[in-house]
């Protein structure tokens, strides 16, 4: 049972998080969540972040401290040119030798310095217990490593994706070899690894048979208020990146060229790749095609909230198989309970849809008909006036923002020696 926040004993942890608001990026909303509820389960969270040009400083900065990052702009000349170079000669230009060599273990390595002064800093000002770190990107976890090392304090890592055993990543074996070796090495002073998913868990369990290791999801952080929509559409949004079409809408877009009567749009919120918008003229459906730019969160979330159905893919459908990853956006969209035409490969994130919505078309196999016949039903339904909202009590119990943050806060207790609060 949560206490009053006066009977808390305050105990204090770093946060060492690359990402953070107000930055707009899906890494900023798990480190959020947690800094934002941790003081409900006694503990003060102390926030060492990137230092970027764009942030602004608001009253709710005040246990947030930026650090600065060396860039290694000329790094990209010698790269661009050898490219070029090898490209003439007749070979594989996208070997990417001294990005990868040099930018080792990610283009971030440049905070690596500033995070752990910035963090040695704020130790010696304001103390803490316990170092937490979230990635990606990896080089925070060698910020985070450093630290341990310097203050002998207990380290907790938090992958939000697999780094070394992500699988979906197709880079060469000699970068392979050194991923394995960085990670390997990071987990050997690491007190206790968390993953967002079972599949993620597993996969570390295997390889690291001693590891403390658990799964906090993400989730969600806001209840809707879902209007009672009269769309003179039926709206498809899709929130997020698809990341230079790698999670191609080639099938939707395929299924609504065949329903071209139909009033439909597709919605994307957040990305402006021009592809998007190249693709739909290939499939002739440029003028049911919207493309709405980077919003901050809540601004997102109302256009979610105003759609008739959501779309979620991941892996293209042509190079598809298990995957222990799951769209953060899922949480979000299940929150609402709309249905959700989920183009998915099998894995963690189709059986989340299959868990928690009745309502949602799980759809992981490559025949593209499937994808069609969903949207017919959905179309169907939304003429009828019958596509209803359908939120699971089960789903909002599990995976709101304060119960996911309770287990984290529980993954502390066990390492700071404290029975459960």
């Known amino acids: 049972m949560v206490k009053s926040l006066d009977q808390l004993p ?8 690359y990402h953070y608001p107000p930055a707009i990026a899906s890494g900023c909303m798990r480190i959020k ?45 010698p790269d661009v040119l050898v490219r070029k170079l090898w490209d003439k000669c007749g070979f594989d230009s996208n070997f990417r030798l ?60 938090d992958f ?70 009269k769309n003179d559409k039926m709206i498809i949004s899709h929130a997020g990146h698809l990341y230079g079409m790698k999670r191609d809408p080639d099938r939707l877009f395929a299924a609504m060229a065949k329903m071209q009567g139909c009033k439909i749009l597709f919605r994307s919120i957040g990305d402006t790749y021009k592809g ?27 256009h979610i909230y105003q759609s008739d159905v959501l779309f979620l893919s991941q892996l293209p459908h042509v190079d598809r198989y298990f995957s222990v990853s799951i769209a ?30 009745s309502n949602s078309y799980v759809i992981t196999d490559k025949d593209p008909e499937k994808v069609y016949l969903a949207l017919r039903d959905l179309y169907g339904k939304w003429q009828s006036n019958s596509l209803k909202p359908k939120v699971n009590p089960e789903f909002i119990a599990k995976f709101n923002g304060r119960t996911l943050t309770g287990m984290l806060s529980d993954v502390f207790n066990s390492i700071l020696g404290k029975n459960a609060l």
Not at 123 to 148: E, M, Q, R, W
């Open 276 to 302: 998007i918008m190249q693709k739909a003229k290939f499939f002739g459906i440029e003028d049911k095609v919207e493309i709405i730019g980077n919003l901050p969160h809540e601004q997102a979330l109302a």
């Open 10 to 17: 305050k105990k204090k942890v770093l946060m060492l998080s």
């Open 98 to 157: 001294f990005e990868r060599l040099l930018l080792f273990p990610d283009n971030a390595v440049g905070f690596v310095p500033s995070a752990v002064s910035k963090s040695l800093e704020v130790y010696k000002n304001h103390g803490y217990d316990l170092i937490y770190v979230t990635c990606k990107p990896f080089s925070t976890a060698l910020a985070g490593v450093l630290l341990k090392k310097k203050l002998k304090l207990p380290l907790v890592l």
């Open 160 to 229: 939000r994706d697999p780094y070394a055993l992500d699988y979906h990543e197709k880079v060469p074996s000699y970068y392979s070899v050194m991923r394995k070796y960085m990670e390997k090495l990071v987990l050997k002073y690491t007190d206790y690894l968390i993953t967002n998913t079972k599949g993620g868990e597993q996969l570390y369990k295997d390889r690291y048979k001693e590891l403390n290791i658990s799964v906090i999801n993400n989730g969600f952080d806001f209840r809707s208020n879902c209007p009672e929509l």
């Open 33 to 77: 969540r947690f800094v934002d509820n941790l003081p409900f389960y006694g503990y003060e969270p102390l926030v060492v972040t990137v230092k970027s040009k764009d942030n602004v400083i608001t009253a709710d900065d005040s246990n947030v401290f930026r650090a600065s990052q060396f860039t290694f702009d000329a790094v990209a000349l």
């Open 328 to 357: 953060n956006k899922s949480f979000e969209y299940l929150e609402t309970g709309k249905p959700v035409i989920a183009d998915l490969p099998e894995g963690d994130n189709a059986e989340l849809f299959r868990s928690y919505s």
